[in-house]
């Protein structure tokens, strides 16, 4: 199984809305043996989704609600077949110790929705489905 790790900065907002889409998106489309897993850069471990990133995945269908973030680690790196970046500076950040064709940049990068409200948070949302089908082909191809 494919491991796909999705990357923002505090793992709460971006990068687990962006692991239940995908996860949610490999079981409708049927695409195979993937699976999303997220962290951030600067995440504390145990914090909860936050509020309207919850309440916008409701909207879709999605349970996000038992996440808990997690900071990105050696391990998480190393056990990862692909590494999505959410914005360019995410993306710098990683690709000094990581190969380039493990790298990917969602959406041309995804604004952080973090204190927005619920309109901000599902323009989040609208942005990082709008990369999937991007993301899914490269995938496909790496």
């Known amino acids: 199984m494919k491991t796909i790790l999705f990357v923002c900065t505090g793992n709460t907002c971006r ?3 962006a ?12 695409i195979g043996d993937m699976r999303g897993i997220s962290a951030g850069l600067a995440a504390f471990a145990g914090d909860p989704p936050a ?7 409701v909207e879709w269908k999605i349970d996000i609600s038992a996440h808990r973030s997690r900071p990105l680690t050696p391990q998480l790196l190393e056990k990862a077949d692909a590494i999505v970046c959410m914005t360019p ?4 950040a990683l690709r000094s110790a990581f190969p380039e064709d ?7 990068g995804v604004r952080d929705p973090y204190g927005g409200d619920l ?3 599902r323009r989040c949302a609208d942005q990082i489905f709008d990369g999937m089908q991007e993301l899914i082909q490269w995938l496909r191809s790496v």
């Open 119 to 121: 309109c901000t948070y």
């Open 102 to 108: 493990r790298l990917f940049l969602l959406s041309h």
């Open 19 to 30: 692991e239940g889409i995908f996860n949610e998106l490999v079981r409708r489309w049927r």
């Open 51 to 57: 509020e309207n990133a919850v309440r916008v995945m």
């Open 15 to 17: 990068s687990p809305m």
């Open 89 to 92: 500076e995410h993306l710098q």
